[in-house]
T-cell receptor
Framework: GGIITQTPKFLIGQEGQKLTLKCQQNFNHDTMYWYRQDSGKGLRLIYYSITENDLQKGDLSEGYDASREKKSSFSLTVTSAQKNEMAVFLC??????????FGPGTRLTVL | GQQVQQSPASLVLQEGENAELQCNFSTSLNSMQWFYQRPEGSLVSLFYNPSGTKQSGRLTSTTVIKERRSSLHISSSQITDSGTYLCAMGSSNTGYQNFYFGKGTSLTVIP
């Protein structure tokens, strides 16, 4: 078994601010993902990475940067937070494109 | 367009009744997964099932690739089954791999 940790659990930012979310996994999985969940909508893929230093864009990549510094970690940057934005960001990992395991999420509020 | 259609959007059952949740896909898939989303937002993997039938306790998942659909059957529902069920698919139909989630089925089991 393994675990995925996400930090911070809650993130409050100001309009225009650059904000970074972090994800760590100890499954030794090669693929990691970032999703965004808005109320009333399904999860949407922002970025994924199939190995260290690799980045692949999802449908929602505009307004975000990502970095896969090492196999176990994947970070996401909101390049310019939008006023009144509220969402949950979920990190996941998998072996190849198989079963995905998720972290507990980071809840973003922009004032 | 919406790649994953989940139905029903919500469902109320009396304890002991069975439930059938459906996911329909608009494109061919190479991965398929069912999740339970806890009230605080974290996702629990129920099945990774890109084809065929899998069973775990009172839960059964069936994916029929050529019909582009997957179902989750819950037998003898219990109050603790209440919550949101999500399906997700992976596809490389556009030439690159992407992942899509349904909007979920909200299940309420009453005594």
């Amino acid at each position: 078994g393994g675990i995925i940790t996400q930090t911070p659990k809650f993130l409050i930012g100001q309009e225009g601010q650059k904000l970074t979310l972090k994800c760590q996994q100890n499954f030794n999985h090669d693929t990691m993902y970032w999703y965004r969940q808005d109320s009333g909508k399904g999860l949407r893929l922002i970025y994924y990475s199939i190995t260290e230093n690799d980045l692949q864009k999802g449908d929602l990549s505009e307004g975000y940067d990502a970095s896969r510094e090492k196999k176990s970690s994947f970070s996401l940057t909101v390049t310019s937070a939008q006023k009144n934005e509220m969402a949950v960001f979920l990190c996941a990992s998998s072996l190849g494109y198989a079963e995905q395991f998720f972290g507990p999420g980071t809840r973003l509020t922009v004032l | 367009g919406q790649q994953v259609q989940q139905s029903p959007a919500s469902l109320v059952l009396q304890e002991g009744e069975n439930a059938e949740l459906q996911c329909n896909f608009s494109t061919s898939l190479n991965s398929m997964q069912w999740f339970y989303q806890r009230p605080e937002g974290s996702l629990v993997s129920l099945f990774y099932n890109p084809s065929g039938t899998k069973q775990s306790g009172r839960l059964t998942s069936t994916t029929v690739i050529k019909e582009r659909r997957s179902s989750l059957h819950i037998s003898s529902s219990q109050i603790t089954d209440s919550g949101t069920y999500l399906c997700a698919m992976g596809s490389s139909n556009t030439g690159y791999q992407n992942f899509y989630f349904g909007k979920g089925t909200s299940l309420t089991v009453i005594p």
